[in-house]
T-cell receptor, first 112, second 114 residues
Framework: LAKTTQPISMDSYEGQEVNITCSHN???????ITWYQQFPSQGPRFIIQ???TKVTNEVASLFIPADRKSSTLSLPRVSLSDTAVYYC?????????????FGGGTRVLVKP | EADIYQTPRYLVIGTGKKITLECSQT?????MYWYQQDPGMELHLIHY???????EKGDLSSESTVSRIRTEHFPLTLESARPSHTSQYLC?????????????FGEGSWLTVV
């Protein structure tokens, strides 16, 4: 599993756009980039996944530059309920010896 | 949504008791994981399995043990609980869902040892 680096925390206000960048310099050719969201006292849940360029779903957008060494999760017009920890994971399902370790994530606090 | 279930959700037990946390998934996933997480802290991988009869220790040393006799079932056992085992335990499975590679988590089991 490729090592990832994310900011520890970010503060925002309701209605603003939140962008969280994850660095993954040693991403492999077969690796996908996946973001998870975790609310207090719950397990992480899938938000979005991408391989290159841009992916958008009903929750977020994921921007991946051509070199794929970083990715940016974009949360449009956040609300108080978007306060959570966001994890970036990089890896391929068939990667040998993949223990699936989460990093520290980014703690996002949305203020009124 | 994910079909992965953990029981019990909340448990308070005395020191020295044996406890088994149950985890079941109905998605047919081969890969399953147990994480330990204290409030506001990181997820720590304590056990994982690639399939039936395959179990490995994770990054965080744990006094718990696991078994994988059936694909859908991955229980975690503490033979003699101690207050230091008080934590949230999260079970997960991994497989190809609507997207290429997705991890599904259960709702967690909160264990308090008194």
């Amino acid at each position: 599993l490729a090592k990832t680096t994310q900011p520890i925390s970010m503060d925002s206000y309701e209605g603003q756009e939140v962008n969280i960048t994850c660095s993954h310099n040693n991403i492999a050719t077969n690796d996908y980039i996946t973001w998870y969201q975790q609310f207090p006292s719950q397990g992480p849940r899938f938000i979005i996944q991408g391989y290159k360029t841009k992916v958008t779903n009903e929750v977020a957008s994921l921007f991946i530059p051509a070199d794929r060494k970083s990715s940016t999760l974009s949360l449009p017009r956040v609300s108080l309920s978007d306060t959570a920890v966001y994890y970036c994971l990089v890896g391929a399902l068939k990667a040998a010896g993949n223990k699936l370790t989460f990093g520290g994530g980014t703690r996002v606090l949305v203020k009124p | 949504e994910a079909d992965i279930y953990q029981t019990p959700r909340y448990l308070v037990i005395g020191t020295g008791k044996k406890i088994t946390l149950e985890c079941s998934q109905t998605m047919g996933h081969d890969k399953m994981y147990w994480y330990q997480q204290d409030p506001g802290m990181e997820l720590h991988l304590i056990h994982y399995s690639y399939g039936v009869n395959s179990t490995e220790k994770g990054d965080l040393s744990s006094e718990s043990t696991v078994s994988r006799i059936r694909t859908e079932h991955f229980p975690l056992t503490l033979e003699s609980a101690r207050p230091s085992h008080t934590s949230q335990y999260l079970c997960a499975s991994r497989g190809i869902g609507r997207v290429r590679d997705t991890i599904y988590f259960g709702e967690g089991s909160w264990l308090t040892v008194v």
